[in-house]
């Protein structure tokens, strides 16, 4: 017993050389693949890009100032300026508003026709889920090029791509959380003889709803920022405005939907960060 | 039977009526929160014009983009002053004609003289054909047709359809007769158009030609795989260089598709995304340790990074762009910079979230050996959270590479402006659909890598959140 004893001691003490050494180069090489990304990475930024960093670094000022100067040569006539583009706003969360709304409704579907526990059919699954990848992976931005090329000039385009991606962002998130419910409720439902959709109203809804709406509303924030964008490439809204007024050069005003830009984006952020904590609780 | 079933239920619910009560209550709630929701899409319905679809859907247009997608065309066109000299040309373009002896391209054999020695024959895929003579078009041996065509030009020189008063507009169908112009066009895939001064015939195929070798290339003859045993063989196919360098410069060069070009853009992209997400991390890691109330006691700088946070956050990636692309013009620099910058403040907020909801006893234990400040944070805190700071890095680098490609779209380079370039043009659709392609791919490529990275360094590919 006590010969053995040392023994395993020496054994355990190899054995832990042996993992921090592993551990070690496994940390080396990860450091050494992060940094050849780093150089090939600045590399290539340097060859593709039109002005050089050193300048660029030097610049980086000169623009926000401008603005500013622009701003508080106005005075006291900058204000009314800034609530001039607010109906611009009102459009842009229009647009996120409602296709958020009609995502969540098809997210739902999709998530239903794709979740294990209650769907048998594996083929059905399989295609959902492709289709909510392929949906998920496209940038809305590509999706809404071709429709604004298509049919021309308007707020639709950015509708149409912004559900395709909400429903496909959301059907993927909707999907983990009915995977992961409690399967409980819906066998003591099965026993009491059932229909599926009644399964579905009564044991998967209502434990799975204040999860959906909380993943609506953060999808509804990052759809806001969505139409902004989309609005920069022309399908209207303060996006669309604000593209505009920055090729004309209008600083002051630029800086205007800037603020409410910022200003509704951080609103919101509070705004669905309190909601959910209502909805899920604090420690999820 | 049933009766008994309704006074037991009427007895439950004398017996608890606060619970029925609440129930009715919060089903009351639902309703009409419903109900306003459902206001809701009908004034959105109304006030962003979905219902004008319909009209501003142009299905013409719409298929005509899905044809030119996955389907070519060449263009045959013949001039009624000179009709022996007719140009056959890939796309209408004129740098890619058949025929045209410097080129070394020989005709399509869809394309030959007639039977009579006369007219000369555009076959169609549907074996339908399209004669050309001196003075007349004639349109034969279409499927679905029952007769055959004839158009001629009348003494003012203007193309009418010959015997067209006889025939019923059953027998029309697919014709377009204006004074100026008789198109025939019975399917997407055949187009024959007469005006006063020429004959337009558009021939559709499916498939990308050209895809790998454009219309010039010494290799276009071969296949792509022919092409590629070729680079093994020593027989040069142009004396100027090797094969292989001949392959790999043709593919790069390739005019139609602009391989070289596109990809180089999609690098431009991918070193964006990377870059953009390596910055925030580096950036958010120090700075989150300052901003969690168990690290740093100072209030006041806690609240300040809180804030700067917020701001970096709240200042979309698109404003950050925009200011960026005056500093550095157009090139990754703006992205990188731009995903940075939002990117350090949502990473810094998740991180040191995370850094508060540590164990504490872990930190502890290492403060009883007696370890400094800088050796509690790191044995007690840094184990704790780095499968989160690296699952929440990767998960960022998904959603960036789509980022990305955005922020290109808005002066910044990369696929994004290709992918504008190719749909401003108008008739590169093909082009359209093979950057869509491309940048899809990629996108899940980062998907799927960030998820097999999670998983080998974490051990779960899911995304932790605390």
């Known amino acids: 017993m006590t010969k053995a004893l040392p023994a395993n001691l020496e054994q355990i003490e190899v054995n832990l050389k042996k993992l921090t050494n592993q551990r070690t180069r496994s940390s080396l090489l990860g450091i050494a693949i992060l940094i050849l990304i780093f150089f090939g990475g600045t590399l290539v930024s340097l060859e593709a890009n039109a002005g050089s960093f050193g300048r660029g670094i030097a610049n980086f000022f000169n623009y926000p100032r401008d603005l ?11 204000w009314p300026r800034v609530i001039k583009y607010i109906p611009e706003l009102i459009i842009t969360l229009n647009i996120a508003l409602f296709s958020t709304s009609i995502g969540f409704v098809l997210a739902v579907i999709f998530a239903i026709f794709s979740s294990r526990n209650l769907i048998r059919n594996k083929r059905v699954i399989q295609f959902t889920k492709f289709f909510m990848d392929v949906t998920r992976s496209f940038p809305t931005l590509i999706i809404a090029m071709v429709f604004l090329y298509l049919m021309g000039k308007s707020s639709l385009p950015a509708v149409i791509a912004i559900t395709i991606h909400t429903a496909g962002a959301l059907g993927k998130l909707f999907t983990e959380a009915i995977e992961n419910c409690d399967g409980k409720p819906i066998e003591g439902l099965s026993s009491v003889g059932a229909t599926w959709t009644q399964k579905i109203r009564f044991s998967v809804l209502p434990q799975v709803l204040p999860l959906f709406l909380s993943y609506g509303i953060l999808r ?5 920022r ?45 705004l669905s960060a309190y909601w959910r904590h209502k909805l899920i609780g604090a420690n999820q | 039977m049933s009766s008994s079933l309704a006074i037991q239920r009427e007895n439950i619910r004398k017996l608890f009526p606060d619970t029925f009560k609440q129930a009715r209550k919060s089903r009351l709630r639902g309703q009409i929160i419903f109900f306003l929701v459902l206001v809701y899409l009908i004034v959105g319905f109304f006030t962003l014009d979905v219902v004008d679809i319909p009209k501003k859907w142009k299905p013409q247009n719409a298929a005509m983009f899905v044809l030119d997608t996955y389907a070519h065309k060449d263009h045959v066109t ?24 410097n080129l070394d391209k020989s005709i399509p054999d869809w394309f030959y003289k007639n039977s009579d020695n006369v007219g000369n024959v555009v076959e169609f895929n549907n074996k339908g054909k399209a004669i050309l003579y001196k003075d007349k078009v004639e349109i034969v041996n279409f499927p679905k047709y029952e007769r055959d065509f004839t158009i001629k030009l009348n003494s003012n020189g203007k193309p009418y359809l010959v015997g067209s008063e006889d025939l019923v507009i059953e027998d029309l169908k697919g014709f377009r007769i204006t004074e100026n112009r008789v198109e025939f066009r019975p399917t997407l895939y055949e187009r024959i158009q007469v005006y006063p001064k020429k004959v337009e015939i558009h021939r559709y195929s499916i498939g990308w030609k050209y895809f790998w070798f454009d219309f010039s290339s010494p290799l276009e003859p071969y296949t792509f795989f022919e092409a590629l045993g ?8 142009v004396p100027e260089m090797s094969n292989l360098k001949l392959f790999l410069t043709e593919i790069k060069d390739n005019e139609a598709f602009m391989h070289g070009r596109v990809w180089w853009a999609m690098l431009e992209t991918i070193v964006m995304a990377v870059l953009g997400t390596m910055f925030a991390t580096v950036m958010a890691l120090p700075l989150s340790f300052l901003a969690a109330y168990n690290v740093t006691p100072i209030k006041t700088l806690r609240f300040m ?39 350090t403040g949502t990473l810094g907020k998740l991180y040191s979230e995370a850094i508060e909801n540590t164990e504490k006893k872990q930190q502890e234990g290492v403060q009883s050996t007696g370890a400094s400040k800088f050796l509690q944070h790191r044995f007690g805190i840094i184990p704790q959270i780095l499968p989160i700071f690296v699952s929440q890095s990767l998960y960022y680098l998904e959603s960036n590479t789509r980022g990305a490609v955005i922020i290109g779209a808005m002066g910044a380079g990369g ?22 392609i491309l940048v899809l791919a990629v996108v899940i490529f980062m998907d799927r890598l960030s998820a097999w990275l999670r998983r080998i360094l974490i051990g779960s590919d899911q995304l932790i959140v605390r």
């Open chain 1, 226 to 270: 969505e139409s902004t964008i989309l609005g920069f490439v022309g399908a209207g809204g303060i996006g669309e405005m604000l593209a505009a007024l920055i090729q004309w050069n209008y600083g002051a005003d630029v800086l205007a939907c800037m603020f409410l830009l910022v200003g509704t984006i951080i609103a919101l952020d509070y």
């Open chain 2, 230 to 237: 070729l680079t093994f063989s020593k027989e040069r196919v």
């Open chain 2, 415 to 436: 696929i994004g402006l290709q992918f504008l370039g190719a749909l401003a043009t108008g008739n590169d659709f093909e082009n359209v659909a093979y950057m869509a």
């Open chain 2, 78 to 101: 013949m001039k009624w002053e000179n009709h022996e000299d007719i140009k056959i040309a890939f796309e209408g373009n004129y740098r890619s004609v058949y025929g045209r002896d």
């Open chain 1, 68 to 78: 500013f100067v622009d701003t508080f040569e106005m005075g006291w006539k900058y």
């Open chain 2, 305 to 343: 990074l809180r804030r700067l946070f917020d701001t970096l956050r709240g200042i979309d990636f698109l404003i950050w762009s925009l200011i960026f692309l005056r500093a550095f013009g157009p090139g990754p620099f703006t992205g990188i910079f731009a995903i940075g910058f939002t990117d």
């Open chain 1, 220 to 224: 509804l924030e990052i759809n806001v």
